[in-house]
């Protein structure tokens, strides 16, 4: 008897963060009513109230339920990340382009948490993973450079500081112009022209240099 309660339980909740995300997505988190969103998800606004305290908590649970971009950047790489650190680097945002594009439920939960339209405090405080997580990104970004570069995959006087800039604003950007825009364009081709570009960037730009003064004087 309680397996079945507790698999019922389990059921209530994803039906509730299902109806969560249609709702927080057409009415931002700010303005969603969990009146609604207990409507939706067919359960009486005490059931909601016993999984989640408030708007909050829902969307915190929300984003528990998928990696945000990132937080796995070259996970379980292993050898692979040895040989190839910047082709695995390459593959695995690839991938993340191409998921992206077809999964509508990322699609609507990215748009949630990198696009809030309103700067209501619960808001923030449901964004403080992503936004806390950049410096651990970043980090990671620069490690894996940092093996490019023993691997002689990048220039020796690179400025790995600037280049870790370069590669998260650049792959971050596309993905947020992606969601801003009406997504005409196919988010796999451009996200792959632009991760190319920057490999290119950071391999042979002279501006990311350690050495720039010869560069300035051109300027």
Known sequence: MDKYREKQRLKTRERILNAAISVFYECGVSHASLATVAELAGVSRDSLFSHF???????????????????????NAGDELKRDPLGTLRTRW??????????QEWQRLLE????????ASDVCESTHRIKMGRTERLERMGQLLEVALASGQLPADLDLDLAQQMLHGGLFGVLESWLLSPRIEDLGDLGERYI??????????????????QVRTLH
């Open 94 to 103: 690839l991938w993340l382009f191409d998921e992206v594009a077809c999964n």
């Open 53 to 75: 305290h408030d708007r909050v908590g829902l969307l915190n649970a929300l984003t528990e339920r998928m990696p945000l971009p990132g937080e796995t950047l070259c996970a």
């Open 112 to 119: 949630i948490i990198f696009l809030p339209c309103d700067s």
């Open 196 to 213: 190319d570009t920057l490999l290119d960037m950071i391999r042979f730009s002279p501006v990311l240099r350690l050495n720039r003064q």
